[in-house]
């Protein structure tokens, strides 16, 4: 049974803080995804690895980076937080043209 | 770059009634469309996919259809029940072989009782 978590269910940051979600999984995936989820935006493509070390933008990069040291866990950072990168971020995994497994997602809330 | 349309944004069906989501994606090199639900305050989840060489899946009361020529697919749940309520994003694989999904904005369903 594939699992994906992620590090935190909800999180609150200031403005200006330095964010980091890290987002495991445990079935070996190659490619790994990190999403942004608003409502009436539907799923939106920050980042995604499709190996270790290896990341590619998806249509929202501005504001984020990322990172993949290991193949099982793909962090994404948000240098200097936001308000208007107060969302929902969701971590996705697959095998290569596989179904995506998404983790459960982090709330995060900038002030 | 490469989109999905889907359609319609909200549906309202009665319980028991069949219920439609339509797709259209631009990218004429994918093969790969998956459907997802999402529950209120959960993870989306495959519920049902199909590549491009079959034009019909089914599984239960969930089907999807793909028309390559058109360039659509469609997702269709026949007797619905109040647990099909959910958020349905319908998705097409990237061609360029990267694996990517383009994802649909999703179609929230609702079932009247």
């Known amino acids: 049974d594939v699992k994906v978590t992620q590090s935190s269910r909800y999180l609150v940051k200031r403005t200006g803080e330095k964010v980091f979600l890290e987002c495991v999984q445990d079935?070996?995936?190659?490619?790994m995804f990190w999403y942004r989820q608003d409502p009436g935006l539907g799923l939106r493509l920050i980042y995604f690895?499709?190996?270790?070390?290896?990341?590619e933008k998806g249509d929202i990069p501005e504001g984020y980076s990322v990172s993949r040291e290991k193949k099982e866990r793909f962090s994404l950072i948000l240098e200097s937080a936001s308000t208007n990168q107060t969302s929902m971020y969701l971590c996705?995994?697959?095998?290569?043209?596989?179904?995506?497994?998404f983790g459960p997602g982090t709330r995060l809330t900038v002030t | 770059g490469e989109n999905v349309e889907q359609h319609p944004s909200t549906l309202s069906v009665q319980e028991g009634d069949s219920a439609v989501i339509k797709c259209t994606y631009s990218?004429?090199?994918?093969?790969?469309f998956p459907w997802y639900k999402q529950e209120l305050g959960k993870r989306p989840q495959l519920i049902i996919d199909i590549r491009s060489n079959v034009g019909e899946k089914k599984d239960q009361r969930i089907a999807v259809t793909l028309n390559k020529t058109a360039k659509h697919f469609s997702l269709h749940i026949t007797e619905t029940q109040p647990e099909d309520s959910a958020v349905y994003f319908c998705a097409a694989q990237e061609g360029k072989g990267n694996y990517q999904l383009i994802w649909g904005a999703g179609t929230k369903l609702i079932i009247k009782p």
């Open positions: 990218d004429s090199a994918s093969n790969y």
């Open positions: 996705a995994s697959s095998s290569h043209g596989r179904e995506q497994y």
């Open positions: 690895s499709y190996d270790v070390k290896m990341k």
């Open positions: 079935m070996d995936h190659e490619n």
